[in-house]
């Protein structure tokens, strides 16, 4: 059954389980809603780099932050398109692009369609991250054919605040009803490792939990260390098992949603991302680079992946699971 309205002490309590039956009942669930041999694969491209008026802690594309990153323009369509084929071509079954805005300007509009219409013609799903969006951007969007929006909640609401100033947990969950309303999938999710308390991380995983439906898709990301950013001093090294552990909650809490296992795998062992996987994470990023930021070599993941006798493939939910 998919329940949108759990509580914080019956997460809690799932998380703290002894760790043998935490990975049963996520298993079981895993297997119930997808198959689990399958994985998911998206590529990333950053259409528009750096310079970003936001000030979040952890990023190394905000203005506020002096971490080396150039600031760019918008990619032409045909820079993007050529992404995308190699994208493809190296396996990615989802292309999303990315750009360091507060939200788009309505004059970049007309290029962004264009870019989702090219990308869709590829056989490619598509998907964009852009910050903030108007329904009228979800519409246009939508109407140009964008399979996914990513926007996310990062942390929980209460440590929300120590993370980025220029804009509020609920800015960010109006954006996230906006792209449901709009009939685009839902990409949300956080990040683990920026000094949180465990707390924080079964709050933001209750968050996304008690939408009024679960995102589509949700992406757990391990902090990526980034020099000159806020979030760099006060990040703390995330055990190997409590990972593994919200993992699984992420797929106790929501078993007919894809989980990413995204930034961060770089440091991550082949058993860790095993373990993970076990737990219900059934979608990755390929390619040698996320945003700024490196991701496994494709030879790796591909060696991974083999050794594990996974497949990529649509993580196709096996039943229609109804939302509650
Ligand atoms: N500007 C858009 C926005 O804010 O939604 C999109 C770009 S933003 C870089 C996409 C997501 O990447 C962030 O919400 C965050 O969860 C993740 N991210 C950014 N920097 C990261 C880092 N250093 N380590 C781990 N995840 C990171
Ligand atoms: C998400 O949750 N992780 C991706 C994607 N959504 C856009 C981005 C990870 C960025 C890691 C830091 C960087 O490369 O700059
Ligand atoms: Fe800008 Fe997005 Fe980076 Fe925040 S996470 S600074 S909104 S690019």
């Not at 750009?99 to 590829?122: I, Q, T």
């Not at 509020?168 to 449901?180: C, H, K, N, S």
């Not at 009024?212 to 020099?227: G, R």
């Not at 989980?259 to 770089?266: E, Q, Y």
Request: net charge neutral; aromatic share 4%.
């Amino acid at each position: 059954m998919i329940r949108t309205d759990w509580t914080m002490a019956e997460a809690r309590a799932i998380h703290d389980l002894p760790f043998a039956d935490l990975m049963h009942r996520a298993q079981a669930l895993h297997r119930a809603h997808f198959d689990p041999t399958a994985i998911e694969t998206a590529s990333l491209l950053s259409i528009k780099t750096g310079g970003c008026p936001e000030d979040c802690g952890y990023c190394s594309q905000s203005a506020h932050h002096d971490t080396g990153v150039k600031a760019t323009k918008l990619m032409d369509t045909a820079e993007v398109l050529a992404a995308a084929r190699q994208a493809k071509a190296a396996g990615a079954q989802r292309f999303c692009m990315g750009a360091a805005w507060r939200s788009p300007k309505d004059r970049d509009m007309d290029k962004l369609c264009d870019m989702v219409r090219s990308v869709a013609d590829l056989g490619l799903e598509t998907c964009m991250t852009l910050g903030m969006l108007s329904p009228e951007q979800v519409a246009r969007l939508k109407a140009a054919g964008l399979d996914f929006y990513n926007h996310n909640i990062d942390t929980s609401p209460d440590y929300y605040a120590r993370i980025a100033t220029t804009r509020t947990m609920a800015d960010r969950l109006d954006t996230v009803e906006q792209v449901r309303k709009g009939g685009i999938k839902v990409c949300c999710g956080g990040i683990l490792g920026m000094g949180e308390a465990e707390e924080d991380r079964i709050a933001m995983l209750v968050t996304l939990a008690t939408l009024p439906a679960h995102p589509d898709s949700v992406p757990v990301n391990l902090w990526n260390e980034i020099e000159g950013v806020p979030v760099q001093v006060r990040a703390q090294a995330v055990d190997p098992f409590a990972l593994v552990r919200i993992v699984a909650l992420a797929r106790i809490l929501m078993p007919a949603s894809v989980v990413r296992l995204s930034a961060g795998r770089t440091g991550m062992s082949d058993e860790l991302q095993a373990l993970c996987f076990l737990a219900g994470a059934n979608s990755i990023f390929v390619g040698d680079q996320l945003l700024t930021t490196g991701n496994p070599a494709a030879w790796k993941d591909h060696d991974l992946l083999t050794r594990l006798g996974m497949r990529v493939a649509k993580a196709r939910p096996q039943i229609a699971a109804p939302q509650a």
